[in-house]
């Protein structure tokens, strides 16, 4: 059967290598390129008619305008509207390095932990400054629970610092895992179908469910990851 | 509709909602049927899963790292571990009152320290 994890291994298309540093041009590279393309073609000729009733086109990027800016309304509050562009931008490049990535023969880079780590530590870095340039040295009284006990603080403190410093570690790793599972076993039961010959019909109805599934897990991890980016940006605009 | 306020069937909605989140109450168990929050159900314990083991081995990563820089094993590794602990519990209670499936005024958390809402 073919292995499961083969579909994750990175291939250069074009070897770069620059003073020692493997800069290849990978299918990874390829893929977010593809999926920087797909977005961008979508949004710009979905809204390049702006008609008064829309097409379906620009129904969809209606719609992921105004569910996104729901979400940052809902979660971040109206100040967090200033972060549209870079929250939309995250949304849509995930969810669709997510949906791209089920294609047949396709590779999905947000199964790889290197890429969603990246995201997400892009995302805490740029947050916590922006807790700093609003609330100066103030921002550290984040990191002390309203209304905890003086005595408790020393405790208390650290807690709280390293509750902060996962973040970043947690939001990655759930989008990782996320797809990582969901591919493998997808091609774990795919593997079945030819093995089993005739019962293959089986593991075929399963991976077609699966394959629904991750339809359905691709979204809303992207979701996940948005919503959990607005909300650490309310904490930075808004303090507890 | 400006004249929905004069519908009968219309007339005691609030009343029916009310009840409807009553009865929907107890789903602190997670059974996923309550209409209010059904979107995030699904994965929570996964979600809470990871949340509590990635607190855990970041605390010991960042313990034995300050342990073999200060060269005080094994007692910051040991700190660490607890505080790293608590920290992944913190961010899955955090989880689970952003997702509404505890009240965090509720002394013993669940259904058994909710308030009248």
Not at chain 1, 64 to 82: Q, S, T, V
Not at chain 1, 113 to 128: G, N, P, Q, R
Not at chain 1, 200 to 219: C, I, S
Not at chain 2, 98 to 111: F, H, Q, S
Request: aromatic share 10%; net charge negative.
């Amino acid at each position: 059967m073919a292995d499961p994890l083969h579909q994750f291994s990175i291939t250069p298309l074009v070897p770069i290598n620059v003073a020692g540093l493997d800069l290849s041009f990978t299918q990874s590279a390829l893929w977010m390129m593809i999926t920087v393309g797909t977005a961008y073609a979508l949004v710009m000729v979905g809204s390049r008619q702006a008609a008064l009733i829309p097409g379906r086109l620009q129904s969809v990027v209606e719609l992921a305008y105004e569910f996104i800016a729901g979400l940052i309304k809902d979660n971040a509050g109206r100040e967090g509207m200033r972060f549209f562009p870079a929250i939309f931008t995250l949304f849509m490049f995930i969810l669709f390095g997510n949906m791209l990535g089920l294609i047949p023969m396709a590779f999905t880079f947000t199964s790889h932990i290197i890429v969603t780590f990246a995201m997400a530590i892009t995302v805490f870095v740029l947050i916590t400054v922006l807790g700093f340039v609003l609330h100066g040295s103030h921002f550290l009284h984040f990191f002390v629970p309203a209304g905890a006990p003086k005595a408790m603080i020393p405790l208390l403190v650290p807690i709280e610092i390293i509750s902060y410093c996962v973040r970043p570690i947690s939001l990655s790793v759930r989008l990782f895992v996320n797809m990582m599972a969901g591919h493998m076993m997808l091609k774990v039961f795919a593997g079945f179908i030819a093995a089993l010959g005739f019962f293959g019909f089986a593991p075929l109805a399963v991976t077609v469910a699966l394959l629904g599934f991750e339809v359905v897990v691709a979204f809303l991890q992207a979701y996940i990851f948005t919503v959990l980016t607005c909300i650490y940006l309310h904490d930075a605009i808004h303090m507890h | 509709m400006a004249n929905d306020d004069h519908d009968p069937a219309f007339a005691d909605l609030e009343q029916r909602i009310r009840a409807a989140k009553q009865k929907g109450e107890p789903v602190g168990e997670g059974d996923g049927t309550d209409p209010d929050r059904p979107k995030l159900n699904f994965g929570t314990g996964l979600t809470v899963g990871i949340e509590l083991v990635v607190g855990v081995v970041a605390g010991v990563g960042i313990g034995l790292a300050l342990d073999s820089w200060l060269e005080t094993r094994p007692f910051l590794t040991i700190l660490l571990f607890l505080l790293g602990t608590a920290a992944g519990m913190l961010n899955a209670w955090r989880h689970l009152v952003r997702i509404g499936m505890v009240d965090p005024k509720g002394d013993g958390g669940g259904r058994q320290g909710r308030g009248p809402d």
